[in-house]
């Protein structure tokens, strides 16, 4: 069976830019590798969502893998923990969690507890929570749990068992009112909300004595003896890829979110040695990675951050300098990769270098292989691509095509 490639520059379509002469970054960078494919392959534009549609990267990913944003979309707390490089299951529940200053009637007095949280004390936090409150809730309620801190105040809270995500916030949302009691906003929910209430009251009780709040308010801080839990979800119930395209699928992406939900459809993840979603990422090991995956896997995903990141800093040679060096490891790649694969490459969304945000614009499409149509478009660029033979695709129709090429995939009828 043949195998495939599936490049995702993240926001890496544009619009036309002043300064690089009203030309896209991707119409001005000189990248070789990419444009051959591109002329010996074909094209279209893509519509990830839906025209004028703004996406997300995770939505547009899900999108891409071929599972329905408007259906599959888990919400923020299940992204969160993915993000934060926790394994999820479906029917897992995950929370967004916020470490938070409370008074002794647990009235909010700080959502973010000061702010400012120490690498010292998010891992004792972390030791707390995970060791002193978890385990008196399991062996009451036989609900196995993890706690993560993220970012500054930011947390994740993730439930497996016999739960539901359908339970309301305990964060009040606002400073002054009391942290919220957890309700359950369905029949099966009830177990799952009083597990929350009784989180709070323990957490409150084990963080208020924690030793690092007795050394925060010799500084004169306030103390964190709170988390509060907000944007339950759960990962639906779903086919994974590999029984869906009937493909052995790997994943190679710096940036936790995006191979989080590679790996929660069943991608297998491959580390890269300075992968990690960053300007200095190195693409000519990342390809390498991707051409050796392709040994044993039929199927390769391999994602691009920094387009994305420059566009949001503004930064538009850095952004042409990216696709560059992008192209360079592509041409590594095409050396290395077995001789029957297939090369795709597209965008998760626009992230246009004026706007600094992404936006719903068409992102160009290309197919490359042994057996693909060959067109009359000879650059990958947002207005080359556009009279291309694929015109206009959507998000949802890439793992059908790449599949489609493999021919592992059943036919629809007779
Ligand atoms: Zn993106
Ligand atoms: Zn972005």
Same mark, same amino acid.
């Given at each position: 069976?043949?195998?495939? =490639?599936?490049?995702? =520059?993240?926001?890496?379509? $544009?619009?036309?830019?002043?300064?690089?002469? %009203?030309?896209?970054?991707?119409?001005?960078?000189?990248?070789?590798?990419?444009?051959?494919?591109?002329?010996?392959?074909?094209?279209? /534009?893509? $519509?990830?969502?839906?025209?004028?549609?703004?996406?997300?990267?995770?939505?547009?990913?899900?999108?891409?893998? +071929?599972?329905?944003?408007?259906?599959?979309?888990?919400?923020?707390?299940?992204?969160?923990?993915?993000?934060?490089?926790?394994?999820?299951?479906?029917?897992?529940?995950?929370?967004?969690?916020?470490?938070?200053?409370? %008074? $002794?009637?647990?009235?909010? *007095?700080?959502?973010? +507890?000061?702010?400012?949280?120490?690498?010292?004390?998010?891992?004792?936090?972390?030791?707390?929570? %995970?060791?002193?409150?978890?385990?008196? =809730?399991?062996? @009451?309620?036989?609900?196995?749990?993890?706690?993560?801190?993220?970012?500054?105040?930011?947390?994740?809270?993730?439930?497996?068992?016999?739960?539901?995500?359908? *339970?309301?916030?305990?964060?009040?949302?606002?400073?002054?009112?009391? *942290?919220?009691?957890?309700?359950? /906003?369905?029949?099966?929910?009830?177990?799952?909300?009083?597990?929350?209430?009784?989180?709070?009251?323990?957490?409150?009780?084990?963080?208020?004595?924690?030793?690092?709040?007795?050394?925060?308010?010799?500084? +004169?801080?306030?103390?964190?003896?709170?988390? =509060?839990?907000? +944007?339950? #979800?759960?990962?639906?119930?779903?086919?994974? /890829?590999?029984?869906?395209?009937?493909?052995?699928?790997?994943?190679?992406? #710096?940036?936790?979110?995006?191979?989080?939900?590679?790996?929660? /459809?069943?991608?297998?993840?491959?580390?890269?040695?300075?992968?990690?979603?960053?300007?200095?990422?190195?693409? %000519?090991?990342?390809?390498?990675?991707?051409?050796?995956?392709?040994?044993?896997?039929?199927?390769?995903?391999?994602?691009? @951050?920094?387009?994305?990141?420059?566009?949001?800093?503004?930064?538009?040679?850095?952004?042409?300098?990216?696709?560059?060096?992008?192209?360079?490891?592509?041409?590594?790649?095409?050396?290395?990769?077995?001789?029957?694969?297939?090369?795709?490459?597209?965008?998760?969304?626009?992230?246009?270098?004026?706007?600094?945000?992404?936006?719903? $614009?068409?992102?160009?499409?290309?197919?490359?292989?042994?057996?693909?149509?060959?067109?009359?478009?000879? @650059?990958?660029?947002?207005?080359?691509?556009?009279?291309?033979?694929?015109?206009?695709?959507?998000?949802?129709?890439?793992?059908?095509?790449?599949?489609?090429?493999?021919?592992?995939?059943?036919?629809?009828?007779?």
């Amino acid at each position: 069976m043949p195998r495939a =490639l599936l490049v995702i =520059l993240d926001g890496c379509a $544009d619009r036309p830019v002043k300064e690089l002469g %009203n030309k896209t970054p991707l119409e001005v960078a000189i990248k070789p590798a990419i444009d051959r494919l591109t002329a010996d392959g074909s094209c279209g /534009l893509m $519509d990830v969502i839906s025209p004028g549609i703004r996406p997300g990267s995770d939505v547009a990913h899900l999108a891409i893998f +071929g599972y329905d944003p408007y259906k599959y979309y888990p919400g923020r707390g299940p992204l969160e923990a993915l993000g934060a490089g926790i394994p999820l299951n479906p029917g897992d529940v995950a929370f967004r969690a916020n470490v938070a200053t409370v %008074n $002794d009637e647990l009235i909010v *007095v700080d959502r973010r +507890g000061g702010r400012y949280i120490g690498a010292d004390e998010a891992r004792e936090i972390e030791e707390i929570i %995970n060791n002193e409150v978890l385990p008196i =809730l399991k062996s @009451k309620y036989g609900i196995d749990a993890i706690y993560k801190q993220t970012v500054e105040h930011r947390g994740v809270l993730v439930l497996r068992g016999a739960v539901s995500p359908n *339970v309301s916030d305990t964060d009040p949302h606002v400073v002054g009112a009391r *942290v919220a009691e957890a309700r359950a /906003l369905s029949e099966d929910a009830k177990v799952t909300a009083s597990y929350v209430n009784e989180f709070t009251r323990l957490v409150y009780e084990k963080l208020s004595r924690a030793r690092f709040n007795d050394k925060r308010r010799r500084e +004169g801080k306030v103390p964190i003896n709170m988390v =509060l839990l907000r +944007g339950a #979800g759960s990962l639906r119930k779903f086919e994974p /890829l590999s029984s869906k395209y009937k493909i052995k699928p790997a994943i190679i992406a #710096g940036v936790a979110l995006i191979r989080g939900i590679g790996v929660a /459809l069943g991608m297998e993840a491959i580390n890269v040695e300075n992968y990690v979603g960053s300007k200095d990422d190195d693409f %000519n090991s990342a390809f390498h990675a991707a051409a050796e995956a392709l040994k044993n896997h039929d199927f390769v995903f391999l994602h691009v @951050k920094p387009t994305d990141s420059m566009s949001h800093d503004g930064d538009a040679r850095g952004k042409v300098m990216i696709i560059e060096r992008v192209d360079a490891g592509l041409r590594r790649f095409i050396e290395e990769a077995p001789g029957d694969t297939y090369i795709f490459i597209t965008c998760d969304h626009a992230t246009p270098i004026t706007v600094r945000d992404h936006t719903g $614009d068409p992102v160009p499409f290309m197919a490359w292989g042994p057996d693909v149509m060959r067109d009359e478009v000879t @650059k990958f660029s947002e207005r080359d691509c556009a009279r291309g033979f694929w015109n206009r695709i959507k998000g949802i129709d890439v793992m059908n095509i790449i599949a489609n090429y493999l021919g592992a995939i059943e036919k629809f009828g007779e």
